[in-house]
């Protein structure tokens, strides 16, 4: 029982504990710059500012990619320079690409980080169940004594 109590514990400690420190990898801004084109892999959801530069009168394309969902999140025909956003919806695998026949370069720049929806529902639902069934086990062991 006393193996029960400080798993169940432990569990509920690590959930409460996990916040504050995921709060601060998540303030930390993520950037890359992309030559052609290649993936990223973002460990969280957040949103990607995308700045593209190109010589004037030179046309592009410029293409966000997810491959969890299988369809392209941000695709824009571009001549000179850009800036936009794409909502990277979950941690994972993007892939940025840049379409030219030119050397154009492609900053990427990850803000606004936060868990993704699945994560703090695994959490949130972990954290719930261990501190319900140890507060059953504490109420179980109290009325025995």
Known sequence: MRL???????IVIMTILVFPIE???????????VLVGQGMV???????????????GTGYTVRVFDPESGRAILERNVTG??????????SGPYYFAVGSMTP???A???INRHPSVTVLN???GL??????LLAAVLLVEGRRR
Not at 23 to 33: D, F, G, Y
Not at 127 to 132: C, F, I, K, P
């Open 81 to 90: 320079s850009f800036r936009g956003r794409a909502m990277l919806e979950h």
């Open 127 to 132: 954290g719930g169940v261990s501190a319900l």
């Open 23 to 33: 709060k601060n990898a998540l303030t930390q801004p993520i950037s890359e710059v």
């Open 104 to 106: 154009v370069t492609l």
């Open 122 to 124: 695994i959490r949130y």
């Open 42 to 56: 973002v460990p969280s959801a957040g949103t990607a500012v995308l700045s593209a530069s190109a010589d004037e």
């Open 108 to 110: 990427v720049r990850v």
């Open 4 to 10: 029960l109590k400080a798993v169940l514990l432990s």
